[in-house]
């Protein structure tokens, strides 16, 4: 089995959602949209998948264990996102304080309720893949404790969605708790009235540019504040989410041209702005 096209489909899949997460943008609307993008990317590999039959267990098991889960977890993250959020009240700091530990609960209970089968996944085990990995040759008992029933026998096992449920909880709990966070910080009684609220209103991509940049001249702390922090702080600050900044530094290094651009356009408006005043 050739894996070149999940690789190239799942890259587009990260950029594309990379891009979505770096607009800033209502909540339920993008993640409205990610589902679409991680709905089409699905359907892509299904099509694939069934134009090119697997022709041995070892694939089977690798594709429904390593690849499509890459995939689905991604769906059902996103899917979480839009239904927590498009049921949160806004303006109210305690509702989604106890939506987001509600969910919380959800996700531990679920690791309770299939405690067996994330050990196994967690240990790396391999023992029971040709149960949990490969299609019509599973026990009916671990079909029912997988807790879903796929629609296309011929594009699932009894375990593949499980794990990308387990993938997909985990990346959730990390936005839970990247909620909790911003909302205790910087939307606290004491902050809105000791100061004004600023919000970043420029690209995701130009900030997380800048940062980079201030860090890199020891600008914080004499140079003794690493990135982890100087981004929590200008989260904190402009009120923004920066996601997967340390990918973002990555995809602004593998630019070909205007590797700098935001710092570029700073300098620019800047010198451009003294020359008016001259002038003035």
């Known amino acids: 089995m050739t894996y070149l096209f999940y690789e190239q489909t799942l890259e587009k899949l990260k950029c594309d959602l990379y891009e979505l997460k770096m607009k800033t943008g209502d909540a339920i609307e993008n993640s409205e949209k990610a589902v679409e993008i991680c709905l089409d990317a699905i359907n892509n ?15 089977e098991i690798k594709f429904f264990k390593k690849i499509k ?15 927590m959020e498009s049921l949160l009240p806004h303006e109210c700091k305690e509702s989604r304080e106890e939506a987001y530990r509600i969910e919380s609960k959800k996700i531990k209970k679920y690791a309770n ?8 996944f967690r240990t790396n085990s391999t023992h029971l893949d040709n149960k949990y990995f490969v299609r019509g040759n599973q026990d009916l008992k671990l079909k029912l404790k ?32 990247d909620k909790l966070i911003v909302l205790n910080t910087n939307h ?33 702390n004499h140079g003794k ?38 710092l570029d356009t700073l300098k620019e408006q800047l010198i451009k702005r003294m020359n008016q005043a001259d002038e003035n």
Do not use: C
């Open 45 to 59: 590999v299904k099509k694939y998948f069934k134009a090119n039959p697997i022709n041995n267990q070892e694939d």
């Open 69 to 83: 889960p890459q995939f689905l977890s991604k769906l059902i993250f996103h899917i979480k996102i839009y239904n």
């Open 113 to 120: 309720q299939n405690q067996n089968f994330y050990r196994y």
């Open 146 to 177: 997988s807790n879903t029933f796929e629609s296309d026998p011929e594009f699932s096992t009894s375990h593949d969605f499980i794990l990308s449920k387990i993938i997909a909880n985990t990346m959730f709990q990390k936005y839970l708790k």
């Open 188 to 220: 606290s009684p004491q902050l809105i009235l000791s100061k004004p609220i600023i919000n970043w209103t420029s690209s995701k991509v130009a900030l997380i540019e800048l940062i980079y940049a201030l860090h890199t001249t020891n600008s914080f």
């Open 225 to 262: 504040s690493d990135i982890k922090e100087i981004a929590k702080l200008i989260e904190q600050t402009f009120n923004i989410d920066l996601g997967d900044y340390y990918r973002a530094f990555l995809e602004i290094r593998m630019r070909k041209t205007g590797r700098t651009k935001y």
